[in-house]
């Protein structure tokens, strides 16, 4: 399964990227080495959208907090790039996605990153993963 991830990222073009307890939503969690994931730097935080894959070389779910009822699952997680992006891909081309039933991957992608903009990571159907791989 291939995730996605969008954080604040320092440095885009960083032969490796390291992120502590990253929230995770639809199927993040499940994140483990060896996964393939996709770096989006977060827009609201000054990046551009889409920068990089990569291979999880790490990844520990973190403890959930004792007497919290509501915790949203984390991950820290070390990802080794293997590619940088080759055409732009952010919320200003995703926004178009938004009939959250076409099936599309565009819109799949919308809705987890941007409906609710928080940074995350999350899990990815295998036609996000090929339309994303498509800018690489």
Known sequence: M??????GIVDPRA???AFAAQKTMYGGKH???GDTVFVFASETEGGQGLIARGIVTSAEAIAKLPGIARQTPRVSLTIRRTALAKRPLGRRALKLFTEWNDGRPGTELNFKFYRQATNKIVGLSD???????EFF
């Open 2 to 7: 291939a995730f996605a991830i969008k954080a």
């Open 15 to 17: 032969e490796t990227f």
């Open 31 to 33: 994140i483990a080495e």
């Open 127 to 133: 036609e996000a993963a090929a339309f994303l791989s």
